[in-house]
């Protein structure tokens, strides 16, 4: 009954937060820095893990530097094609067979391109990758399970005048005393533009993310970006619990209507409360309980959070064994495979061993991130979709194995 790599490798599997931006090839990053003569510190992908991809992070300053670079080199078109049509072709080959990648489309247009440009490069990449999976033998003669994405259009918490693309000079032309206004209004923008655009040109756009720093920028801030997103059914995931305390989650859960969170890390942290929470562990308590009746998804990204909070130590002390013992909705995904150095299969290898997982906790999860995503489709369609999963799943434990 033992999960082996093996297994894991056949299972249909899911990633729902991933991040376009920060999950590049190297080979790729460094062949498009040459063409657009971009500068890097290292210019080999050993240099490049050296100085800047780390293994291990000090600090959350040192994981984010690393976008500045992979940002640069996402400016026209055909790049966001090839690096969207490569994390899907990735994910694919490691049995991956539903992802929502999440990006903002505001930080792709320092040379000119328009939001409706960037969504369609990233969409035009990812169905490349589906069409040809769907013509594989995998699916015409093996009877695997197709590929299937959304995307996602991330709103940031805070930007500065110095951020790429039309956020640094939204900043720049409009001045306020209290640049929450500011930071509220670009979001609502975002969302508008995002949802005329998935009406516009059919694109499979599912959800609205609120990224960014969570510490002193709250999603209040975002709610009438994310009031249009509820009116115009586009779906809510929110950074949240990722650097803050558990009232984080409650304001995106209660405020913004999260569908999903994404880390939700801190929801066990009744010490990160703040001062007017005067019960914080009954706080806490009812969070929990509130998030699990809910079924609100937990979006979980084990290596990123060790390597963004080296104070958890190591993954064992990480919190998703408390999700497992609470029963809560929570999948595994990998938010960064570039810069956390990893790949949804490492990471569902890395819970299995720490959190000692059962066949059926591990089925359990797995079915978790099919049955909360995003899908693009009407709901029958994902039904017969998930259905397809479940029972490609059941083949694939009883091959290695494993009959519940
Ligand atoms: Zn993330």
């Known amino acids: 009954m033992s999960i082996t790599d093996a297994l894991i490798h056949d299972l249909p599997k899911t990633d729902l937060h991933l991040h376009l931006d920060g999950s590049l090839r190297l080979s790729t990053l460094i062949t498009l820095a040459q063409k657009y003569n971009i500068s890097l510190p290292s210019y080999t992908e050993e240099g490049l893990k050296n100085t800047v991809f780390k293994e291990v992070y000090s600090n959350l300053g040192e994981y984010l530097s690393g976008f500045q670079y992979t940002c640069a080199v996402m400016q026209d078109e055909a790049s966001l094609h090839q690096i969207a049509y490569e994390l899907a072709i990735d994910n694919i080959a490691e049995g991956v067979r539903y992802i929502e990648v999440r990006f903002a489309p505001q930080l792709h247009t320092a040379k000119g391109l328009s939001i409706d440009q960037v969504f ?40 500065t005048a110095d951020t790429i693309g039309w956020y640094g000079q939204f900043l720049q032309h409009f001045q306020h005393p209290d640049l929450k206004h500011i930071f509220g209004q670009a979001s609502l923008e975002l969302v508008r533009n995002t949802t005329r655009c998935r009406d516009q040109y059919n694109l499979p756009i599912v959800g609205l993310d609120l990224a960014g720093q969570e510490d002193g920028y709250p999603a209040k801030h975002h709610k009438y970006a994310f009031n249009h997103a509820v009116k115009h059914f586009l779906n809510r995931t929110v950074h949240a619990g990722e650097a803050y305390g558990p009232e984080s989650i409650m304001d995106a859960v209660t405020i913004v209507h999260a569908d999903r969170i994404g880390h939700g890390y801190h929801l066990f942290s009744p010490e990160r409360c703040g001062e007017e929470i005067v019960d914080k562990e009954a706080f806490t308590r009812r969070i929990i309980d509130y998030i699990a009746n809910h079924r609100i998804t937990i979006e979980v990204c084990i290596s990123s959070n060790l390597q963004t909070n080296p104070a958890i130590g190591e993954a064992k002390n990480h919190h998703f064994g408390k999700m497992l013992e609470e ?45 909360r995503s995003f899908f693009p489709g009407s709901y029958k369609v994902k039904r017969r979709y998930v259905r397809s999963i479940i ?7 009883a091959k290695h194995g494993i009959v519940f």
């Open 120 to 159: 369609l490069a990233v969409h035009r990449g990812l169905k490349q990758a589906q069409e040809e999976f769907e013509e594989s033998d995998a699916v015409r003669i093996h009877n695997q399970p197709p590929f299937r994405y959304g995307i996602i259009a991330c709103a940031l918490r805070m930007f």
């Open 391 to 397: 029972d490609h799943s059941t083949k694939v434990f």
């Open 327 to 371: 029963e809560l909705s929570a999948t595994i995904c990998t938010d960064n495979r570039l810069v956390s150095n990893t790949t949804v299969s490492k990471e569902i290898r890395l819970a299995v061993d720490a959190f000692h997982m059962t066949p059926k906790q591990l089925r359990n999860i797995l079915i978790y991130g099919f049955k």
